[in-house]
């Protein structure tokens, strides 16, 4: 399976271009630099790329970390605290790409803090705490009895805290 | 390994102060030969095995700003985390090792030096046709 991962927000080289960073992954890769510019336009930073990453904002790396991993066209996509320095605008257009890449077939495994945000986009949840899982279920089904998922975090966290 | 050099070698090129590094060691070379060949009396240079070791001073600054080159290749990696992607971008490489980016730039390097020091060999050791 193809697999595309967002480990950490910040992995470039100041002095680096965007479009240089994307280019080094695809050589290793051996991608052509079609795609780069596929996913620098995709990522809304095709204005920004030939600048260095040393002036770029958080979002903007966000999303440049997003097109690193989206570069070998994976089937299972991993974002860790993916909507972390986004502003809203940024936030939404993450939700929206999310969602259209679960709609084309694709997972999204996304571990994040952000309850509340997280309620808005995902289908499935694991709950995870001090390297536990405590449950595992769909989203509908968790919140079913009208409790938000940050009120079901809480319970089910604390219930079984020794 | 050809594609992960390749990279490896793209990324020695897009920043500056690896461009600024490059231009440095080449003007430095020329700049070494040319003062070596221009101060040598012309009975100095009557064979072919000395007319060949005007070559050594610039064979050994250039060898020392190639090291530098890759020991900041190397440490820039870990620094600003650019192994973590460098790593997930080819996972076939060498699952075993941690260390793949800075051994193709050390890999690198050690390819200069093996090219500086044939042609010092060569240098040295080429016959006279004077």
């Known amino acids: 399976m193809r697999c595309g991962a967002v480990l950490e927000s910040n992995d470039f080289h100041p002095a680096r271009s965007g479009r240089n960073h994307l280019r080094a992954l695809a050589l290793a890769a051996r991608i052509p630099y079609a795609r780069v510019e596929e996913l620098l336009d995709l990522v809304e930073l095709t204005g920004a790329a030939g600048r260095r990453v040393k002036g770029y904002s958080l979002g903007m790396r966000q999303r440049l970390g997003l097109a690193g991993a989206l570069l070998g066209d994976p089937e299972l996509l991993i974002l860790d605290e993916p909507a972390n320095g986004l502003d809203p605008a940024g936030v939404h257009w993450l939700r929206g790409f999310i969602r259209s890449f679960a709609d084309r077939g694709g997972t999204v495994v996304i571990s994040s803090h952000v309850l509340a945000e997280v309620a808005l986009t995902v289908d499935h949840v694991l709950i995870i705490d001090h390297g536990r899982l405590f449950a595992t279920a769909r989203l509908d089904e968790l919140t079913s009895r009208g409790e938000t998922l940050e009120g079901m975090y809480l319970d089910l966290t604390a219930r079984q805290a020794p | ?130």
């Open chain 2, 1 to 130: 390994m050809i594609a992960v050099l390749r990279a490896e070698l793209l990324k020695q090129r897009s920043t500056r102060t690896n461009l600024g590094l490059f231009a440095t060691m080449l003007g430095l070379v020329l700049l070494a030969e040319l003062l070596h060949s221009f101060g040598l009396p012309a009975r100095d240079l009557n064979t072919a095995a000395r007319q060949l070791q005007l070559l050594d001073p610039g064979v050994i600054i250039g060898t020392l700003l190639a090291a530098l080159l890759g020991a900041m290749s190397i440490t820039a990696e870990i620094r600003h985390g650019t192994i973590r992607p460098s790593m997930l971008v080819s996972p076939g490489q060498k699952p075993d090792t941690p260390v793949l980016a800075p051994a193709v730039a050390a890999i690198l390097l050690a390819v200069y030096a093996a090219a500086a020091a044939t042609t010092g060999w060569m240098a040295t050791n080429r016959r006279d046709v004077a």
